[in-house]
């Protein structure tokens, strides 16, 4: 057992404090001199330090076994029994800052759990008058695993914001943590006393109960916030007389709804609901948002959309509140005073403001407060709307299908168990994935599969293409997975619930790394109990998409029109590669998919394909489009085209085979060949796309600029997977920004218009019957605007995306194209 002290400068004003040496550490009898150190020595370079200014330590001054603290018991020796000698090291050092680095780190230094949650925060030091800046551990970004959670190497990006701070905090000894006039509104009065002194902006936050609104708060600076009592939870005791609510009720909603107070939220789609709607829409409050200017969450998505939006995260590294959320999250109404929560609820509104400020000022200095407010904010209230809306079920439609899948179910279940019986007496259940669960006992110990990690249904998927050759065991592996998705679709889709109207809704998550969105089922504390569907993830093509969407009607005297851009991303980056070729194809609305897939198989028209090439005469070169067309739909069916869209796709991106085998079903072997073959028909993709858009990265630190000026920053490991995010940045964000974009025009045009569904390149609205007709026109204008690239990272000219349009009366699947 070899002893390794910490070293440095006797007078550093900071000291960074790690877990334990590893074996390098051990060999050399030298703290951070291994891998973790080298890392953190580079971050802390970049982050304006040397190694040589500050002191190095560790909590525990030997090697756990196995690098694991968890196990220094088995040595002997305890965390407990080394935390007397830091503090000595500490009180003679005597620095104005620790940096602590990791779990360990910090719960020796401040007492504190949780390095998730207080990295980044400037906390006091349990045992003297120090400052300490925990961060996560750079060791978990070569151990992927810090506290059980996986971490990316874009978590670097605030690990040096951190040491930043700490470094900043070191040139003082002064602990300054900000000094916040929190209210509770105990009258109506006090409540008048401090709206006297509005301003022009107002931060909002509310708390809820069951849904239920029962407290807000204002702020008008990043000082002085209150909270005002609404409703009480059962048990607690009312603050205030029924008069001096009722007031404070009113003086909450003249400032809501005054049209001269701009105001600011996090998050705020959730807040605006429940302040209008609440008790899963049945209890009416009223309480109006009028002049919502500023959502924080969107703010930062616009600056960092690869780093968490959460008030959490941005509060840790734009402002020096120290961690403070579990005032809140564990506020418990039958231990805790109400004053508590009331506490928590107004710093969160002063806290909001302050990052506001701070995210203004960055807007603004990086050139992006145009975009953020042209293009994002009017966002928060496009998908309210949506939200809100749903979209009507055909309850017998439901009834229908959820026999026909239970069915499907029981006819799978049966053949599973008939081929598993000379295994287990037992009838399997699929979903019993956990270490000693049916599954894995039956594929990797009676099966005896080639071992995997996991039994997800990649994995089996994979085993089944590559690795099995008996024909019941691939039988076994196909049948799990569908069984699988059969019930999915059952508990996912069919036995989703409605609200009380028998409308299913989504939620969504508006602003993803590349702008897209996302959907969710409805949860707390949204709703009472989870509700609705995650709308995109049902898909266009297949069995089960088809089927999922007969559910979806229209209201009484309206008709579905869904507008969808024709192989949008594929276009995108055809003029990103200056594929001559492929934009002509494209021109002239030859089936890219379809010919990708002829491409592969080596049975393309070719000699009509090189009069297509050739052509100059806009007439012939039509007729030769069509003439192609029909060859490819013969030639090649829709399930063998949608193979030629995913490797298209695949391509485009630099998708590697094994994922690409996996999304087509086929083999990596086969699906190395197929990408091969694209690339070599369609050698832009590389030598032009992919080449400029590195050279780009490299040239412009790290960022991308999309068409419609959306910037991001990418903080990967510079590498394939980092050129993998950005292949896909400028098409993706291309097509969901024009998406969106077109779908808010529809809507200001034409207010009969009710968008239900947003899906990246189409969008599903329902209209009155008799204004299809005058509808369909706008649509197809608004979406078929050309698109500048003259501001994209990698300019080019315009190019106009053409749209499908498909209109139905009866349901989301019976839809007629026109």
């Known amino acids: ?80 029994e080394f935390i007397p000698q830091l503090e000595n090291e500490m009180r003679a050092l005597k620095p104005n800052c620790i940096l602590a680095l990791g779990a360990t780190a910090l719960e020796a230094l401040t007492g504190k759990k949780g390095i998730e949650k207080h990295r980044g925060s400037i906390l006091p030091c349990r045992f003297g008058p120090y400052k300490v800046v925990p961060t996560i551990h750079p060791a978990s970004l070569l151990h992927s695993e810090a506290e059980g959670k996986m971490h990316s190497w874009k978590d670097l990006t605030y690990i040096r914001w951190d040491i930043e701070r700490a470094l900043l905090e070191s040139q003082t000894p002064e602990y300054c943590p900000p000094q916040r006039n929190l209210q509770i509104a105990k009258n109506a009065q006090q409540l008048y006393s401090f709206l006297k002194h509005s301003g022009q902006y107002c931060s909002v936050d509310i708390e809820t109960f069951r849904t239920i609104p029962i407290c807000i708060s204002l702020a008008f600076n990043c000082c002085d916030a209150i909270s005002v009592p609404l409703m009480y939870p059962p048990g607690i005791d009312k603050i205030m007389t029924d008069e001096d609510q009722t007031d404070c009720w009113y003086q909450v909603a003249q400032v809501l709804a005054d049209l001269d107070i701009l105001k600011i939220g996090q998050n705020f789609k959730f807040d605006e609901k429940q302040l209008m709607t609440c008790l899963d829409g049945k209890m009416h409050i009223n309480l109006k948002v009028r002049s919502f200017f500023f959502d924080t969450l969107l703010a930062f998505r616009v600056l960092y959309p690869e780093l968490p939006g959460a008030l959490q995260f941005s509060t840790s590294v734009l402002t020096k509140e120290p961690y403070y959320k579990d005032e809140g999250k564990e506020y418990n109404p039958k231990r805790d005073r109400f004053d508590r929560l009331l506490l928590y609820n107004a710093k969160d509104a002063a806290v909001t403001y302050e990052v506001f400020e701070r995210e203004s000022e960055e807007l603004k200095n990086r050139g992006l407060e145009e975009f953020f407010y042209r293009e994002i904010m009017p966002l928060h209230y496009f998908y309210s709307r949506i939200e809100s809306r749903g979209i009507l079920r055909d309850d017998k439609s439901r009834s229908e299908l959820r026999a026909k899948y239970m069915m499907q179910w029981e006819d799978l279940q049966d053949e599973l168990n008939l081929l598993t019986s000379e295994y287990l007496p037992e009838p399997v259940n699929v979903m019993s994935n956990s270490a000693k669960g049916d599954i894995p006992k039956l594929i990797y110990g009676y099966m005896k599969c080639p071992a995997r990690k996991g039994v997800d249904d990649q994995t089996l998927d994979a085993l089944r293409r590559n690795a099995i050759k008996d024909q019941t065991k691939k039988r076994i592996l196909e049948l799990i997975p569908l069984i699988r998705k059969v019930r999915k679709t059952i508990g996912t889709y069919i036995d989703a619930n409605v609200d009380y109207r028998g409308r299913l809704c989504t939620g969504y998550r508006i602003a993803l790394e590349t702008g897209r969105t996302s959907t969710s089922v409805l949860k707390a504390p949204v709703v009472t109990e989870p509700m609705g569907i995650a709308f995109q993830t049902i898909t266009k093509h297949g069995d089960v998409g088809a089927d999922m969407r007969r559910m979806f009607v229209p209201d009484p005297g309206y008709a579905f029109i869904e507008p969808d851009l024709n192989g949008a991303e594929a276009r995108v980056v055809a003029i990103l590669a200056n594929d001559l070729r492929l934009i002509k194809a494209f021109k002239y609305n030859v089936d890219i998919h379809r010919l990708t897939k002829a491409w592969i198989d080596f049975n393309s028209p070719d000699d009509l394909l090189s009069q297509f090439w050739e052509s100059t005469n806009d007439r012939e070169t039509a007729s030769l489009a069509r003439q192609i067309n029909s060859i490819l739909k013969v030639a090649i069916s829709d399930e063998e085209r949608q193979l030629g869209k995913k490797f298209r796709h695949a391509a485009n991106y630099a998708m590697g085979k094994r994922e690409a085998a996996v999304q087509a079903n086929i083999s990596e072997y086969k699906a190395a060949r197929i990408l091969e073959a694209i690339h070599k028909t369609n050698p832009n993709i590389q030598q032009v796309f992919h080449k400029e858009i590195q050279e780009t990265l490299a040239e412009n630190g790290r960022r991308l600029m999309s068409p419609n000026g959306r910037e991001r920053l990418f903080l990967n490991q510079w590498g394939d997977e980092l050129f993998k995010e950005a292949y896909a940045q400028i098409p993706q964000s291309t097509v969901s920004d024009q998406t969106k974009q077109a779908a808010r025009m529809v809507e200001r045009r034409l207010p009969w218009v009710q968008i239900l569904v947003e899906c990246h390149d189409s969008f599903l609205c329902q209209v009155p019957i008799a ?28 190019l106009v995306i053409p749209c499908e349009i498909k209109i139905g009366d009866k349901n989301w699947e019976e839809m007629c194209k026109i």
């Open 771 to 798: 204004r299809v007709d005058e509808t369909i026109p706008v649509i197809r204008e608004e979406l078929e605007r050309p698109i500048d690239f003259s501001r994209c990272s990698l300019p080019r000219g315009a």
């Open 1 to 80: 057992m070899i002893y390794v002290g910490g070293e440095g400068p006797s007078n550093a004003q900071l000291a960074a404090v790690g877990e334990a040496p590893g074996g390098e550490e051990e060999d050399q009898q030298r703290p951070f001199v291994g891998a973790s150190g080298k890392l953190f020595n580079k971050t802390l370079s970049e982050a304006g330090g040397s190694r040589e200014s500050i002191y190095v330590t560790n909590v525990v001054k030997v090697r756990p076994p196995s690098n694991k603290i968890k196990d220094l018991h088995l040595i002997g020796r305890t965390i407990e």
